[in-house]
């Protein structure tokens, strides 16, 4: 007579249902958690490389550089005036356009590198801002999923002890069964109903010979198609 333990069953499963709906959502919101700070530890790995790249461009060094340049040419072109020989004249010409020519490639340079230093300046501002910003988030998702265990922890553990003491009551067989079942079914769940001669899972129809059995609690038996354990709707008013 497998009625009284196919009526644990189902106050069993409902219990295991209810665990499992506040479990996942805790398991929902610690993947939310573990989300975030993997996108937050990337984007504090990108400002740190933002800032060796801003120290790499040398910015103060292509300034001094820019000026001491500067300082020659004009030291050569007052240098100019007070030359005598042509020769000379035309070899320090031709070393002032030479320096010039430099001096341009240093600006040049430089102001490309400062281009890209406002650039790192805007895109670490925006990295700060997302840094802070996800924190505050980080905290309260964890916050929350506190106050759900906190919340659901003394529930979720008179279940279990509900269901064990359940468990105790079941045929041991058919228990034995059901609990590898659960295993093979994990995370769904291993159970069906017979409802109007069908699987409430898999709308399987069986004949008169299974229902009678199974409504009378003769037997156990699985659904022919989806091979869940098949509880007989008769036990929910046994
Ligand atoms: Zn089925």
Redo the contacts with the bound molecule.
Sequence with gaps: MFLPSFRHLIEIEALKIQNQTVLSKIAYEEKRISDLEAIRLKRELEAIALSEEDKNLKLFTSQQEIESKQLKITRMKSQLDMVTSQKEQHALETQLLLMQKELDTLEEKYFLNLERHEAIEVEKKDGQTFLTGSLISLEEIKKDVDSIRLKFQSAIAGRLERISSLEVMCDEKLKTFYLELEKKFAPKRPV?YLIDKK?T??H?QVDSVFKASLEEGRSFET?P??S?LLIPDTAKIY
């Design positions: 069906a699987c899972q898999c399987m659904c198609n989806c869940r």
